[in-house]
């Protein structure tokens, strides 16, 4: 690696006096012959280059079923899917369960992103916080939110809290591994740095821990952002009377498959469009990295 970044810098080799022109290129390398560098990343973005892979998928099933391949009383064609969703909509039923849903979603995402942004700095920054909260957090991170629904139906009943709460549980976790990992691992040379030059408690959060930790604290957040839709799925149809996926239960005593996909279709543009909303803030905080990514 030093090899390359030294080669790199140094630039290509000197014409050797008296050596042949042709002689001194072909020891060169391919690179002084034609003149271009080779390039190894991914190359260059595309705006909305992201929105390929949806169109493509729904293009894809638009023409399956167009095609009589695919027999609706199994999954039903985009223009049925439509048509549900346009009466959805009409009668006030969808608007009424998806915003039902979006709260569930961003209180779970809201206290567990504080929870776990809290436990990771304090156990990032203190020996003591680190081994009173990492190994109970390790155990809590192999053991799935969804699988401690009975307990939490247990001590919260069915209502909303233990709802609210099972989709914290699995964000909380996830920031906290993520902010956790990025906060300890901020090269010791930054601390010792801020030592010598004598910086308060409040200067060294805000010119070292900070920057050090938010590429991990988004990664946390957009896996967070992951989990709260994954919870709710789970948890609205658990005894529930309102929501995306309370609607999807009751399609599926009745077989209706075209009310299934519209749920599933307003769950998938939630979570796209929330994880699009994450990379751009990402995009736009850390502006100073030069990444793959662009």
Do not use: C
Request: no cysteine; proline share 5%.
């Amino acid at each position: 690696m030093t090899d390359l970044l030294t080669s790199a810098r140094s630039g290509p080799a000197p014409l050797i006096k008296g050596a042949p022109a042709e002689d001194t290129a072909r020891r060169a390398g391919p690179a002084v012959v034609r003149g271009t560098r080779r390039r190894l990343g991914p190359g260059r973005a595309v705006p909305f280059g992201r929105l390929i892979g949806p169109v493509l998928l729904v293009a894809l099933w638009w023409a399956a079923s167009a095609s009589g391949h695919l027999d609706p009383r199994i999954l039903s064609g985009p223009g049925s899917v439509l048509s549900t969703a346009a009466d959805l909509v009409a009668t006030g039923r969808l608007q009424d369960n998806v915003l039902i849903s979006l709260q569930r979603a961003g209180l779970g995402l809201l206290f567990g992103v504080t929870a776990g942004v809290v436990l990771a700095v304090t156990a990032g920054l203190s020996r003591s916080g680190e081994y009173l909260l990492d190994g109970p957090l390790q155990i809590k991170r192999a053991i799935p939110s969804l699988a401690m629904l009975p307990l939490l139906i247990l001590w919260l009943g069915i209502g909303e809290q233990m709802k609210v709460t099972v989709i914290a549980l699995g964000v909380a976790v996830n920031m906290y591994i993520n902010t956790y990992a990025s906060l300890t691992s901020i090269d010791s040379r930054y601390v010792e740095l801020a030592e010598g030059l004598d910086l308060g408690r409040a200067q060294f959060l805000r010119k070292v821990v900070v920057p050090g930790s938010l590429p991990g604290f988004f990664v946390g957040l957009r896996l967070g952002v992951t989990s709260s839709w994954l919870g709710l799925i789970v948890v609205e149809q658990i005894n529930s009377t309102s929501g995306i996926g309370y609607m999807m239960f009751q399609a599926q005593q009745y077989a209706q498959s075209d009310v299934i996909i519209v749920g599933l279709v307003a769950y998938g543009i939630f979570g796209f469009a929330s994880d699009a909303g994450v990379r751009a803030i990402e995009r736009k905080v850390l502006s100073w990295r030069r990444t793959l990514a662009g």
